[in-house]
Nanobody, 124 residues
Framework: QVQLVESGGGLVQAGGSLRLSCAASGRTFGNNAMGWFRQAPGKERELVTAINWSGGNTYYADSVKGRFTISRDNAKNMVYLQMNSLKPEDTAVYSC?????????????????WGQGTQVTVSS
């Protein structure tokens, strides 16, 4: 079992920044790729970014490329999402998730543990 707890969400003006954190506990954290997903009201959940087990390989959705940065600290069992130049369309509940393997994956079905999520609201 893996438990994931997100923090760092909040209300920010357009153009601002937030840093989300995801604390993992349970089985060995460093063996699994991780992802950040978001879901806005009335929309499907989407993969925003993902990172492989070592942090050496990352993926970003086109909508956040150049603005968001994912990172991880395996010694601390933490994954981070630095969000800069935020836009109102970034408003959503952001959740971290653990992949079933160490390799980066963009397939939502290959993520098997999820946190509760943290709300990010960007005002215009």
């Amino acid at each position: 079992q893996v438990q994931l707890v997100e923090s760092g969400g909040g209300l920010v003006q357009a153009g601002g920044s937030l840093r989300l954190s995801c604390a993992a506990s349970g089985r060995t954290f460093g063996n699994n790729a991780m992802g950040w997903f978001r879901q806005a009201p009335g929309k499907e959940r989407e993969l925003v970014t993902a990172i492989n087990w070592s942090g050496g390989n990352t993926y970003y959705a086109d909508s956040v490329k150049g603005r968001f940065t994912i990172s991880r600290d395996n010694a601390k069992n933490m994954v981070y999402l630095q969000m800069n130049s935020l836009k109102p369309e970034d408003t959503a509940v952001y959740s971290c998730a653990t992949a079933v393997s160490a390799l980066l994956t963009t397939t939502p079905g290959r993520y098997n543990y999820w946190g509760q999520g943290t709300q990010v609201t960007v005002s215009s």
